[in-house]
């Protein structure tokens, strides 16, 4: 019975797939699309003086025109934005953005499932080397000394050209972290460039430089949202994991000064197994402090965090805090986050709308289903990918050592279009494990950071989900579990 019910809800899922796919992949769509994106005599794409009619109410009934509505249609139900207000949302250049580059990804890559993008919709920017923290987790391996023997950052008019490469690329959504980018010089002229070419800007800080007047430039050059790292509801436990005394106190005064403005405010928690029975804590913590969302971060060990491999959760554990958040957002709490097996967890008790977009953008899908499937999960190599402080180009953040291009030698579009890494990441049928073989693998697809890390092949199982608790276990075995195309012989719901 439960596979009957399976199968009639993946041809549910088939049914709007295709109903999707014939309303923009059929032949005259097709073509139509193809029209909207060539360019015209003054450089711009023919969609962006069509997007200025419909702005103005100046759209026609014919094809061409139909066709356009219908994509900002299935555009406004993506973004959560009522069709009552699309064309105000569109003379926001970062919305404008992403609709040309939904364009050009059904022109040159057609619609796929999950979706692949002509330009990734995100970038995250690890702006410098540079830390005043030594978080026992980093990523980077950023500290105070880190500079000392690291390769050569971007000078800043390289870092000027990158963000014009952006706007140009149709890239929306630019991410600022690090090390710690309030404390590069840099950052304030990047911003404010960032700003006058309208690029959605978001900032991930420690948060322990946040002043008064810190906090009014960040309001002032534009970032819409700062995701400031609070690892624990208590001053002992926070300092211990990111290495230096006092850190909890100036945090949560650097997030009150923050929350007095008009930037959102996201508590982002990294969660280990010494953390996350805290969840609770931490939503409450959250919105003590007046902050409008909380971000949970998967542990991934890698960087200085390979080192605290230990400290990672048991699928088991994970399973708890997913649905201890799964709690937390049904009851109207404003989270996400980057732990791609809440989109599974979400979708099993039928809450598309939870469903996050952690690698896309800082919100949710909305109201239509099929786009959960097109967008949601892991979204390295399809939706985002990361540029790091000396110009490489990785799949993701939590990849640091993986490089893709130099920005120095292509352009971030050149290396997006081109690399084959970066199709591959984007193609889930070549996933082993029960990742290959999921109903739910559209909108999770496990972690490919976690995999790479944990067996050195992006396609293998996600150990810390449930259904790849043989893998996981196969580590703890010391020896290396193994990866195939079998069926998993360990499965819970």
Known sequence: MGILVMKKRDWGKQAKFWKLKLALSNPPSRLVIHQLVQPEEDGHLRIERMLD??????????????????????????????????REALQEPSIRRTVVNAALTLDRIGLRFPQRFYAPLMVVWNFTYRCNLRCRHCYENAGPLRTSGAPAE?????????????????????????????????????????????????????????????????????????GISLDAPTPEQHDAFRGVPGAWQRTVEGIRRLAATRVATVLSFTITRHNYQTLPQMFRLAEELG???????????????????????????????????????????????????????????????????????????????????????????????ALQPDGRVTPCVYMPEVTIGHIREASLLDIWQHSPLLE?????????????????REVCGGCRARAYAYFGDFTAPDPGCIHNADRYEGLLRGRPAEVSNAPATFART
């Not at 060990?301 to 959760?313: A, K, N, Q």
Request: with cysteine.
């Open 53 to 86: 009619a419909y702005i103005e109410g100046r759209l026609g009934h014919g094809l061409v025109d139909r066709v356009l509505a219908r994509l900002l249609h299935t555009a406004s139900e993506g973004l959560g934005v009522p069709p009552s207000r699309m």
């Open 154 to 226: 971007l000078t800043l008019q390289e870092k000027l050209g990158v963000v014009e490469q952006l706007a140009r690329s149709y890239i929306p959504t630019l991410s600022f972290s690090g090390g710690e980018p309030l404390l590069h010089p840099d950052f304030w002229p990047v911003a404010e460039r960032a700003r006058d070419l309208g690029i959605y800007m978001s900032i991930n800080t420690n948060g322990t430089l946040i002043t008064e007047e810190v906090a009014a430039r960040l309001e002032q050059v534009g970032i819409a949202y700062a």
């Open 291 to 385: 902050m409008d969302k909380v971000m949970v971060y998967n542990f991934i060990p890698t960087g200085r965090g390979s080192e605290m491999v230990e400290e990672d959760m048991t699928p088991e554990m994970r399973e708890e805090a997913l649905a201890e958040m799964y709690r937390y957002a049904a009851s109207g709490g404003s989270l996400c986050s980057t732990a791609p097996q809440l989109g599974r967890v979400c979708k099993q008790h039928g809450r598309f709308d939870l469903i996050p977009l952690a690698h896309t953008g800082p919100g949710h899908v909305h109201n239509l289903e099929i786009l959960a499937d097109l967008l949601g999960g892991c979204g390295a190599g399809r939706a985002y990918c």
């Open 424 to 440: 591959s990441l984007a193609d889930r049928t070549r996933l082993q494990g029960h990742c290959g073989e999921c109903d739910f």
